[in-house]
């Protein structure tokens, strides 16, 4: 038997990769690559090493999705982004169709989670490019706001009628773009469904991290694996998101809700999971009626419809109890119906009414007062 000594292999070996190299073709340009030099760059989008002659690899113009570099059939967006041809075709370029998306993750996270919330409906999107994104947060106070360079979120109010205004980078890939959509959509739910007191006691990272759950909930749903793995890839929660996923794997999504909106915590605690379930609900009860008009019905049986029972409170800060739940504008409650739950947000009190929201049909309802019997 002959033998090969270790040297002989190592030899062979390097000189067939020097072979290869050299039979091998420039991932940018096509050329075959001549010179024993190979230079590799990682393609962000399929995380494959990919080979490059000298002359690609001192191309600075690179896309703005995979990073590698582009020498022919791109584009160039107006805020200096440059698009592969591969990736501009896997990327939203009409901004109508980008606002459109959102309206759909916007339903999509609706029905994804219609047994525990509603998200709100009360939204502006508009879809910008980098320059003026990053601009946003140079206005004072906004950087306080979500801080992903992909999205911007910021509640607005005028004549105490609020909206949620979104903006969202143009140009992102689909599945990118509903994650941030998603991930946007959740500050939404948080500046609607969180209190003010609770929102003093509730961390940034804590935040970013339950708005990066949901999204990583929808690209789950969605069979999204690349956006998972780069959710989890983003170390700017520092580890909150990871606690999130494991909370609501462990112990439901309503107990995630319920600790955003009442926990005692500033952030989930790696130490101790159970955690979690460190909430301090409010006991509710009907206020004393000032300035409004009050019919209280004796409860017997759970009705079979939605039925307004009682209003109480001033102006402001009004709540109406419908069947078994008294809620205030904005909120979403299930309320017991025969002898099933329906999800419904209230939308608006009157003196004498209330408009209710069915969440997840969109039906709309003025649910009106009986005065009792004489």
Known sequence: MTRISHFTLAACFFLAMAASARAERCAVCGEEITGDTVYIVTDKVTNEKKHLCYSCSM????????????????????????????????????????????????????????????????????????VNLLALFKVPGNDFECP????????????????????????????????????ELSHAWVAQNVSAERKETLGRDAEEGFCEMVSYLLMDSDNEEKEKKAILSNHYTRGQIDLFIAAERAH????????MKWGTDSELDADDPDRIHAVEMPRRQLAPATNAMIYAL?????????????????????????????????????????KTNVLIRCLEIRDDSARVEIVGSGEERVLSLEKPKN
């Open 252 to 259: 439901g999504f309503n107990d995630v809700l319920d600790w």
């Open 59 to 130: 191309i600075t113009d690179e896309c703005f999705v995979c990073g590698m570099p582009v020498k022919k059939d791109f584009i160039r967006l107006p805020d200096g982004r440059i698009l592969c041809a591969r990736d501009a075709r896997n990327s939203v370029l009409d901004p109508k169709e980008a606002e459109h998306i959102c309206a759909d993750v916007s339903d999509e996270l609706d029905r994804l989670f219609s047994r525990f919330t509603a998200f709100p409906t009360n939204l502006d999107v508009s879809v910008v490019d980098r």
């Open 148 to 183: 992903d360079v992909l999205g911007y979120f910021r509640p607005a109010t005028n004549h105490n009628v609020v909206r949620y205004h979104i903006s969202l980078m143009s140009a992102l890939p689909r599945a990118e773009l509903r994650s941030t959509c998603a991930h």
């Open 298 to 338: 004796q409860p017997t049986t759970v009705p079979d419809t939605l039925v307004l029972k009682g209003i109480s409170g001033a102006k402001g800060r009004a709540l109406v109890l419908i069947n078994d739940q008294s809620l205030a504008v904005g909120e979403s409650e299930k309320v017991r119906v025969g």
